[in-house]
T-cell receptor, first 112, second 116 residues
Framework: GEDVEQSLFLSVREGDSSVINCTYTDSSSTYLYWYKQEPGAGLQLLTYIFSNMDMKQDQRLTVLLNKKDKHLSLRIADTQTGDSAIYFCAEKLGAGSYQLTFGKGTKLSVIP | ETGVTQTPRHLVMGMTNKKSLKCEQHLGHNAMYWYKQSAKKPLELMFVYSLEERVENNSVPSRFSPECPNSSHLFLHLHTLQPEDSALYLC???????????????FGPGTRLTVT
């Protein structure tokens, strides 16, 4: 089946690292994505990783993929108050599929 | 304009009204999507258009009617909605053919719909 799970809340102190975790169930996923949603706004694509990769780094963001455990994580280094938002994990299935399956989102609160 | 734009940003309508949501993408993409975002539920894919043809329709009630006149524009026509249809409606676009890459979807800011 298709199911993406995330914890609902995470609080961190400004300057610390945040790690947001996600598990998915479909082993045929080809791409996995992280999106950010600020209040009153749409979803902003942060980064994505192809399923044959283990890690991807982009400035303060590091994505780790453990395909065996179907576990994806997003690490935000030096978390800032502007990083406060809801973060969504999403998976895309194989060839011919347009659908992204999203988790319910993790609300990240950054404490000054 | 850049990216994906949506109008209106907010809409309040009665159950007997007819209204339309508009989406425009300025990214040269060939696929467009409508999603519904309700509180405490994952994003729900409603419709997908690829090369202006509808390719997915995920059991959406007929009171929602999509239209894709060209690859840059997507509409969602609304009629006789119910209060439970109140939600944030998000449009997205992606490049699905001809290029390597992550087929990532880019979203508009959404239309906040309230049905009274």
């Amino acid at each position: 089946g298709e199911d993406v799970e995330q914890s609902l809340f995470l609080s961190v102190r400004e300057g610390d690292s945040s790690v947001i975790n996600c598990t998915y169930t479909d082993s045929s996923s080809t791409y996995l994505y992280w999106y950010k949603q600020e209040p009153g706004a749409g979803l902003q694509l942060l980064t994505y990783i192809f399923s044959n990769m283990d890690m991807k780094q982009d400035q303060r963001l590091t994505v780790l993929l453990n395909k065996k455990d179907k576990h994806l994580s997003l690490r935000i280094a030096d978390t800032q108050t502007g990083d406060s938002a809801i973060y969504f994990c999403a998976e895309k299935l194989g060839a011919g599929s347009y659908q992204l399956t999203f988790g319910k989102g993790t609300k990240l609160s950054v404490i000054p | 304009e850049t990216g994906v734009t949506q109008t209106p940003r907010h809409l309040v309508m009665g159950m007997t009204n007819k209204k339309s949501l508009k989406c425009e993408q300025h990214l040269g993409h060939n696929a467009m999507y409508w999603y519904k975002q309700s509180a405490k539920k994952p994003l729900e894919l409603m419709f997908v258009y690829s090369l202006e043809e509808r390719v997915e329709n995920n059991s959406v009630p007929s009171r929602f009617s999509p239209e894709c006149p060209n690859s840059s524009h997507l509409f969602l026509h609304l009629h006789t909605l119910q209060p439970e249809d109140s939600a944030l409606y998000l449009c997205a676009s992606s490049q699905e053919f001809g290029l390597a890459g992550g087929h990532e979807q880019y979203f508009g800011p959404g239309t906040r719909l309230t049905v009274t």
